[in-house]
């Protein structure tokens, strides 16, 4: 500050702002495969900023909206999504923290989609390159910056599964037209149809039940078809797609909010031959595998593409934590056999969250008459999954490296564990399970695909009640 004092009546004074020292991020662009982030583990593709400390991070199982400068309706960015926490340096500035992260993602291949300093700082970037159909939400204030992703690898999602959603496919609002981020999603359509000469493939339109039924009708047939154009311009042989539309006839989910609508906007792929089930939803239909086993707030949930989708019940009394942890448990090797398997009319799984629960949770062995009937395909076998996403709070849990960090990554890893107790159940083995070669060989590969390839699920310090599963955290 300047003053400068001429008479009694003339008294100047200037404020001169001291330009802070220039942040400047160097990023790497995100792979040509989908990273494995482990919840202690920065995104490879964001970084932190020096001086920057990860506080937690937090896996969220329902849809990630964003919305664009010109967008007149929420996009669906993806339909999961991981959340991590920093703490702010000194002496850096919202900003200066904002700036630095645009030029390092923008050097990096990345598109600034929107970018705002109305207080908070707001930056949504997307990167479409690469195979890759990666969204980035960072908002950053005076105490903290947060990193919100949505990763959609698509590619898997076609390789394993006869029916997907086509969530990060984006029209113009009311229009058929193709929106220019679509081509990321679509580049990964194209890259498995080459792959893949002998599939033919349905695309699917449907629309929320915003308007009148012939409009949506009309809309959902132009959209899919927008989309079977642009695989036959890009080399697919035409006799390889067909297109229908079914308007607003096939929610997945509630048309009352603003997630539910954007999820029932959508374009599907239905692999030729694949057989579908419906069953009601509401006023219109949802589709799903051919039965729904699992039980969550004493309410089926419904899977699309091996993900949980939860209905607004369960997300209202259900902890965050055992969905999250289902979602990472759904995404594995294990998850998706497991699923296949048991998520049929042979089985019933029923979730109890039991925050008294001693320990991350335990699949209680069934009748001895259940276990005899394992072979028995039309009688049904009922199995109860008690979970405890409060343990880490009640006991105090302190995680030491490699061992599970956050309530998602610990519910995570009892889904895995007791869902291993289901799968012998299922085929008529009884406790003790742990001293199975076969049993800790399942283990052992979920674990490492976890992030937790040291974690342990034995008896060792379980003496007592040695017939009850454990999960043992060693270093």
């Not at 564990?417 to 076969?438: C, K, Q, T, V, W």
Request: aromatic letters at 8%; a negative charge; charged letters at 25%.
């Amino acid at each position: 500050m300047k003053i400068d004092v001429f008479n009694s009546e003339d008294v100047r004074v200037s404020l001169v702002e001291v330009a802070s020292q220039a942040l400047k991020l160097t990023l790497p662009p995100p792979a040509a495969q989908p990273e494995h982030v482990a919840a202690a583990s920065d995104f490879p593709y964001l970084g932190h900023v020096p001086g920057s400390q990860l506080k937690n991070t937090e896996v969220e199982a329902n849809p990630m909206l964003v919305t664009g400068e010109h967008d007149e309706e929420p996009q669906l960015a993806g339909t999961s999504s991981t959340s991590k926490f920093y703490s702010v340096p000194e002496r850096l500035g919202t900003h200066q923290l904002l700036v630095a992260y645009r030029d390092a993602l923008s050097a990096a291949g990345w598109t600034i989609v929107t970018m705002a300093e109305p207080s908070d700082g707001v930056l949504l970037a997307h990167y479409g390159k690469n195979g890759r159909d990666v969204w980035a939400s960072l908002h950053i204030n005076a105490e903290e910056i947060s990193m919100r992703v949505a990763d959609n690898d698509l590619a898997s999602q076609l390789q394993r599964v006869c029916h997907v959603s086509l969530y990060g496919v984006h029209f113009d609002f009311n229009k058929p037209s193709l929106r220019a981020d679509s081509d990321a999603v679509l580049q990964q359509v194209l890259a498995f149809l080459n792959a893949n000469p002998a599939v033919r493939i349905e695309l699917q339109g449907h629309t929320d039940s915003v308007g009148e039924a012939g409009a949506n009708q009309k809309l959902s047939e132009a959209r899919a078809a927008s989309v079977q154009a642009w695989l036959v311009q890009h080399g697919v042989v035409s006799a390889r797609i067909t297109s229908a539309g079914y308007g607003k006839t096939r929610p997945v989910t509630t048309n009352d909010t603003d997630d539910g609508r954007a999820r029932n906007r959508r374009v599907e792929i239905a692999k030729a031959g694949a057989v579908v089930a419906f069953l009601a939803f509401g006023a219109g239909f949802r589709e799903t595998l051919p039965s729904r086993a699992f039980v969550l707030a004493n309410e089926p949930i419904v899977f699309d593409g091996m993900q949980p989708r939860f209905s607004e019940h369960q997300l209202r009394d259900s902890a965050p934590a055992i969905r999250a942890g289902l979602a990472r448990w759904a995404a594995t090797e294990s998850g998706r056999r497991i699923i296949e398997r048991i998520n049929t009319r042979e089985f019933r799984v029923t979730v109890v969250e039991r925050n008294d629960e001693d320990g991350l949770g335990r699949a209680p062995e069934p009748s001895i008459g259940m276990l005899v009937d394992a072979a028995d395909h039309a009688k049904v076998k009922s199995y109860e999954l008690i979970l405890n996403p409060e343990v880490g709070t009640i006991h105090g849990f302190q995680p030491v490296a490699g061992t599970p960090f956050s309530p998602a990554d610990m519910m995570a890893i009892a889904w895995a564990a007791e869902m291993l107790h289901i799968e012998f159940y299922s085929e008529g083995i009884s406790l003790p399970h742990h001293n199975r070669a076969d049993f800790q060989e399942k283990w052992h590969a979920v674990a490492a695909e976890l992030g937790f390839p040291s974690l342990r699920h034995d008896d060792a310090v379980d003496e007592e009640a040695p017939r009850r599963a454990r999960i043992i955290y060693w270093r």
